[in-house]
């Protein structure tokens, strides 16, 4: 399934909720994302972001009473997958080793992180 893109706003508010792995209410969205990125967004501004991101299939909300809560829809590894996808398409021609290059040239990769890439690789002769 390919996922409507976000903007960097949208972004912030739906990185807060998959943080949360809880659905949550505005207003404990409003104050997770003020205090996490340093924003002073008012209840109005989230509430937009969060329609929107109804409207593009990430989140699903419900009353409980005069409280809207949101319920998470598409799972971050997913939009982490298309992201990484989409970046390797663009960026890189499509090659995986272009991109392992590239962030390889970036910084040093930790010993657990090439352990971990030498298993992923081992694991797909299987």
């Known amino acids: 399934m390919?996922?409507?893109s976000l903007t960097d706003c949208e972004q912030l508010v739906m990185k807060t909720v998959w943080?949360?792995?809880?659905?949550?209410?505005?207003?404990?969205?409003?104050?997770?994302?003020?205090d996490k990125y340093h924003k002073n967004w008012k209840p109005q501004t989230v509430?937009?972001?969060?329609?929107?991101l109804v409207r593009k299939g990430y989140l699903r909300h419900y009353r409980q009473g005069r409280v809207f809560f949101y319920q998470i829809l598409i799972p971050l590894e997913e939009y982490?997958?298309?992201?990484?996808n989409d970046y390797v398409g663009f960026w890189?021609?499509?090659?995986?080793d272009e991109f392992l290059c590239?962030?390889?040239?970036?910084?040093p990769l930790r010993q657990d992180e090439?352990?971990?890439i030498h298993r992923l690789?081992?694991?797909?002769?299987?």
């Open 102 to 107: 590239a962030l390889a040239q970036g910084r």
């Open 92 to 96: 890189n021609h499509g090659n995986a």
């Open 80 to 84: 982490k997958g298309q992201l990484t």
């Open 114 to 116: 090439i352990e971990r």
């Open 2 to 4: 390919i996922l409507a």
């Open 19 to 34: 943080d949360a792995e809880d659905e949550l209410s505005l207003m404990e969205i409003m104050q997770r994302v003020n």
């Open 121 to 126: 690789i081992d694991g797909l002769d299987e």
């Open 47 to 52: 509430s937009t972001f969060l329609a929107r």
